[in-house]
């Protein structure tokens, strides 16, 4: 089946067509034999498509890259992020603090010509301040940003038995890691996703430390380090009957955030219990109980929502601009006159204009496209 795109409604705004055929990669191949031994056409380069669709302007440069973030997403929450600047709603965003720089800037020439217009410092100062606070809101939650498109990296560590495996077990919702009452059943690392309030967590269930192991346990261990080195969020799992021993805490800040899982309440008497609070949370994995506090503990760390800005050029560009205009504020506060910043918020402008395409050169838009796969 052939399916005609004329322009300029198709992706890439030209006339373009889509064959859709059996996906058997050998009628594909003898497809493309076909279509090459004509002699009018070649294989499309890395990004080709995309990269046509910005340059006849169906998209700026910041939608492009979050087609080639939406395709790469491996979680929901990284394709919310990608699908929010597909939108255009960045972009929009940028474009409106460009512009309103650019009528500062055309005001301050105006001045230049014009010796009867006084411009005063401080109306530029007022006209400035509403952009930086701008741009720092499109820059919040900079340090979850990436850890967020990709997942959180969620370790469930501690001694061996303390119900690590149990804990992966009851977030999961069915038994995926094998539980046994002898110590030093888990050696493997195991891996799973899951998505809770809209924010993906890799949760790693990981061998029980414990310093005297040796053979294959010994391994696991230093894989739990590892992993442990690696994380985002440590679930460090305490047998609560026994407490946390003074020598585990060198596993305690191994990982960005550490949550002290007291496991086994059911054992407990309910005197020996205490509240949870965003360090400590207390469950039983066996039973099920406390499980959901321990993930609305963990989705607080995330509250203030998913970051606008998760691409490293954007984040690069954007907290360049608006490094500017703070330097162009402080050096009008130290008395410096307007015309003397007019070349901080001209730089600025341009880095907001590099940031949707209006100012790409070459090499760019080749280390951009070229990072896509073929056929995008
Ligand atoms: N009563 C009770 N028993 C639990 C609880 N959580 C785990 N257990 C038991 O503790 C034992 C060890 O549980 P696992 O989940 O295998 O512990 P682990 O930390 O993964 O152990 P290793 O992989 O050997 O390090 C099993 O017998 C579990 O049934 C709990 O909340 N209450
Ligand atoms: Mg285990």
Request: glycine share 8%; charged share 25%; aromatic share 4%.
């Amino acid at each position: 089946m052939a399916v005609y795109h004329p322009c300029p409604h198709s992706y890439t705004g030209e006339d373009s067509a889509e064959i859709h055929c059996h996906g058997n990669p050998v009628v594909v191949e003898r497809l493309l034999n076909v279509i090459g031994s004509t002699h009018l056409a070649r294989c499309a380069e890395k990004g080709e498509f995309t990269k046509r669709a910005f340059l006849n302007a169906k998209i700026d440069l910041l939608q492009a890259e979050a087609v080639g973030a939406l395709i790469s997403a491996g979680c929901a929450a990284g394709t919310e992020m990608a699908g929010s600047i597909l939108d255009g709603g960045l972009s929009r965003d940028v474009l409106a603090i460009s512009d309103a720089l650019t009528h500062v800037l055309a005001e301050i020439e105006v001045s230049f010509i014009n010796e009867d217009m006084d411009l005063n410092s401080t109306s530029v100062l007022v006209a400035l301040s509403p952009l930086i606070e701008q741009i720092d809101e499109l820059l919040k939650g900079q340090d979850t940003a990436t850890n967020l498109y990709n997942g959180i990296s969620t370790t469930i560590a501690g001694l061996p038995n303390a119900g690590k495996s149990s804990l992966f077990n009851a977030i999961l919702g069915y038994p995926r890691a094998i539980v046994h009452a002898e110590g030093g059943t888990t050696r493997d690392i195991i891996r799973e996703r899951v998505t809770i309030s809209g924010i993906d967590f890799i949760f790693h269930d990981t061998a029980g430390i414990r310093e005297t192991s040796s053979g294959p346990e010994r391994i696991g261990v230093e894989k739990t380090i590892e992993n442990l080195r690696a994380s985002d969020i440590v679930l460090y799992v305490v047998d609560a009957r026994k407490g946390l021993q003074p020598d585990e805490n060198r596993w305690l800040d191994l990982g960005k955030k550490t949550i002290i899982i007291m496991n086994k309440i059911d054992l407990l008497d309910s005197d020996n219990m205490h509240g949870n609070t965003q360090d400590t949370v207390w469950i039983s994995a066996k039973h099920h109980t406390g499980i959901d506090k321990l993930t609305s503990v963990m989705t607080e760390q995330f509250s203030s929502g998913l970051p606008r800005i998760f691409i490293p050029r954007h984040a690069y560009l954007l907290g360049k601009a608006r490094d500017l205009l703070k330097q162009a504020s402080e050096s009008i506060e130290s008395g410096l006159t307007v015309d003397c910043v007019s070349i901080d918020l001209k730089s600025a402008v341009h880095s907001l204009e590099e940031l949707v395409g209006k100012e790409a050169d070459d090499d760019i838009l080749h280390t951009i496209f070229s990072q896509f796969c073929v056929g995008k």
